[in-house]
């Protein structure tokens, strides 16, 4: 099934990658996600995991959790409260604890059973690129945080779709890079017949974004794959040798006077 994006829609409207399409896309995401081989299972996730730390006892918001897989496995290793929020509405069965509510992500405080709530650690893994207006977004989870948390947040390298469009188009990396035009694209592993619509974004962009919404980094990682992995998997090495991956921040409310917008 093939499902449009007019090109007006989020996109547009707040400069967020449209989010229509997952209604349809997120089976397919999820089996690829939970293929023995997939990035998700050898790099991120381990590496998602690392950066969050001992979860005992804490209160865990996943913003655009898929089908709730990674929160629940929260829930199993000790936090105290997990909820996963998605706008596919495709959950697993959730465990005792485990709360799924569809939503979006665009704006944490107006989801159903959200709004007065704290987190201690608020994920947006994968998912950041799809709220309607960025900023927005970010301010509002940092509302959601309690004292001393923090926001996990994962994104594709943009020089990786900046290698697929130059490849496509016949252009330069440099000028997909700096490329403001929002891009259609298709995941060839999730769902060939479902079309994503995609704004460019530079490594300014995103980090002027965290700034905008009152953030700083406290840490930033680019996980590699182990070398035990890439044995086993060297076509997934090659996937990373030539489009570098993932970033992932950790990031933490900026105290004292806020930037205006
Ligand atoms: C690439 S998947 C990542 C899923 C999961 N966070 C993970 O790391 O495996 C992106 C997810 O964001 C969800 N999503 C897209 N737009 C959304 C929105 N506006 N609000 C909430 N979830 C959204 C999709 O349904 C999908 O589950």
Not at 18 to 39: M, N, Y
Not at 99 to 107: F, I, K
Not at 198 to 208: A, E, F, I, Q
Not at 213 to 234: D, F, H, T
Request: include cysteine; charged fraction near 25%.
């Amino acid at each position: 099934m093939v499902q449009e994006n007019s090109g007006t829609g989020t996109a547009d409207a707040g400069g967020g990658d449209s989010s229509r399409p997952w209604q349809t896309l997120s089976s397919g995401f999820e089996q690829a996600r939970a293929r023995e081989d997939s990035l998700d299972r050898l790099v991120e996730w381990p590496a998602q995991r690392s950066l969050l730390g001992d979860v005992t006892g804490l209160a865990v918001l996943d913003a655009g959790c898929g089908n709730g897989a990674k929160i629940a496995q929260l829930a199993e290793d000790g936090a105290a409260a997990s909820v996963g929020v998605d706008i596919s509405g495709n959950f697993i069965a959730p465990p005792p604890g485990v709360e799924l509510v569809e939503g979006d992500l665009s704006d944490l405080a107006a989801v159903p059973g959200l709004a007065g709530r704290l987190f201690d650690r608020i994920l947006f893994l994968q998912s950041f690129g799809y709220a309607a207006d960025p900023v927005r977004a970010l301010r509002t989870a940092r509302g959601m945080l309690a004292e001393d948390g923090f926001i996990l947040l994962t994104r594709t390298q943009p020089i990786r779709y900046a290698i697929e469009r130059a490849e496509q188009n016949g252009t330069s990396l440099g000028e997909e890079y700096f490329a403001t035009e929002s891009f259609t694209y298709r995941h060839r592993n999730w769902d060939e017949g479902v079309t994503l619509t995609k704004r460019p974004y530079t490594m300014s962009d995103l980090l002027n974004t965290f700034s905008a919404a009152g953030l700083w980094i406290e840490a930033a990682v680019e996980p590699r794959m182990p070398a035990e992995a890439a044995e086993r998997y060297p076509h997934k090495q090659a996937l990373l040798n030539k489009y570098l991956g993932i970033l992932m921040f950790k990031l933490r409310p900026l105290r004292g006077p806020q930037p205006s917008r």
